[in-house]
């Protein structure tokens, strides 16, 4: 039997796009290895969103080389956003490579395997799902190289997502994560202009499903529609990916949000107000062109206010062809460092606290694997809960009463009670 390998980096779409591939190739007869040396097929989705994840492809790339060297005979594809609209550089650049797939067009690299299509049986699946709905992104933010890799946003059919869905609960699905680079702006493609609101009333119907989540969204597209409908359907988890990416109006209308602080405070008092208790995460980009010190203290700032449960932080670092890369990058590497720890380590505070509370609490937990001897799972705020219990509890809905808690994650003991809506 031949063997594939996939090397996934970047963001929750490449892994969607990914595991869409592994059911792909396992249907055409191939089976998985961890070891890409051993795979007759290796195969890298790639993210270039960060210089950083781009020398990780890049050096990825690299060390495959003496692998075709001593194996010609395996195939060596490439996919991802490092791959645009024009890949004969990347072909001169990387003659070993066999195929060169744009992000979600595999037929390229499908062209490589050899096995007829749909001969395998559907495997059990993992407890959790990301499922694309909307593919692409047209707000153009000036740092952002996605849309000139993934293009303009097209959504996909309603009826083909509920399809899939079902499909994923059928095979031990338990939750799905609706996916698009900008997730709110679902439907407006579409010729009866459905919209997100109306995808998660469809979704949070289908028997067998447990929780839904949806990210990432923009803040500027968020409507009161879509939050009433996370706070009135009960599998839609109080859960909010909101990128702020900047505390300061001047750097904002730099980046292209398309919003001001103050619109984005107004967003989630009324995300606060309308879902009690709803959990908030966040992304920050630090050491954007022109950031003086007084504009990152008031990210900063504003951060401390705001008390998200998570931020992701990054420094800023120029990407080709978009907008900011024709800026001054004029923020030292040091003090972009400097900046990245200081959010980090007062998020770590907030964090903490804010887990702290939720000490003597018990919280649903829905288990997704076993982790050095303990079941770990997420509540549906999307804390990570370990707990310790001799009996099988993957793919079940428990009650945790939680006894420690760090900024990262929960300890607790299950319940006595426990959850309903178990398989």
Request: charged share 30%.
């Amino acid at each position: 039997m031949p063997r594939y390998h996939i090397w996934t980096i970047g963001c929750q779409m490449n892994k969607a796009d990914s595991r869409r591939l592994a059911d792909e190739l396992e249907r055409r007869g191939y089976a998985p290895t961890e070891c890409a040396e051993d795979a007759d097929l290796v195969v890298l989705n790639s993210c270039v969103v960060r210089q950083s994840a781009e020398n990780r492809v890049v050096g990825r790339l690299t060390s495959l080389r003496p692998l075709k060297r001593l194996r010609p005979e395996a195939r060596i594809a490439l996919t991802g956003c490092m791959v645009g609209l024009e890949p004969d550089g990347l072909a001169r650049r990387f003659p070993y490579v066999d195929a060169f797939c744009r992000p979600g067009d595999f037929q390229p690299l499908l062209a490589l395997v050899r096995g007829a299509d749909a001969t395998q049986p559907a495997a059990p699946y993992a407890v959790t799902a990301y499922v694309p709905i909307i593919e692409g992104c047209d707000n153009y933010c000036s740092y952002c190289i996605v849309p000139y890799r993934r293009g303009r946003e097209r959504s996909r059919p309603l009826a083909e997502i509920v399809c899939e869905i079902e499909a994923l609960a059928a095979r031990g699905v338990r939750e799905v994560t609706l996916l698009g680079q900008n997730v709110d702006s679902y439907g407006h493609d579409l010729p009866d202009r459905l919209d997100l609101a109306s995808l998660l009333e469809a979704v949070n119907a289908l028997r067998g499903l447990t929780r839904v989540r949806f990210l990432t969204s923009h803040p500027k597209d968020m409507t009161p529609r879509l939050i009433d409908a996370v706070a009135r359907l009960d599998k839609v988890c109080e859960h909010f990916c909101l990128p702020l990416q900047a505390g300061d109006d001047a750097t904002l209308l730099a980046m292209r949000r398309g919003y001001t602080v103050d619109d984005y405070r107004r967003l989630v008092a009324l995300i606060r107000e309308c879902v009690p208790g709803a959990a908030l995460s966040t992304d920050v980009i630090v050491g954007f062109p022109g950031e003086a010190e007084a504009q990152f203290q008031r990210t900063l700032r504003l951060l401390a206010e705001l008390r998200f449960g998570t931020v992701h932080v990054a420094a800023y670092s120029p990407r080709p062809g978009t907008a900011a890369a024709r800026l001054c990058d004029d923020v030292p590497p040091d003090a972009k460092k400097e900046r990245l720890r200081l959010v980090e380590e007062q998020q770590e505070r907030i964090a903490a606290e804010i887990n702290a509370g939720l000490v003597g609490t018990e919280v649903e937990v829905l288990v997704e694997e076993r982790v050095k001897g303990k079941w770990s799972g997420r509540t549906r705020g999307d804390k990570i809960v370990f707990f310790g219990d001799a009996a099988d509890q993957r793919r079940r809905l428990v009650l945790v009463r939680i006894e420690r808690a760090t900024a990262w994650s929960l300890q607790g003991r299950l319940s006595a009670a426990g959850a309903g809506d178990n398989p």
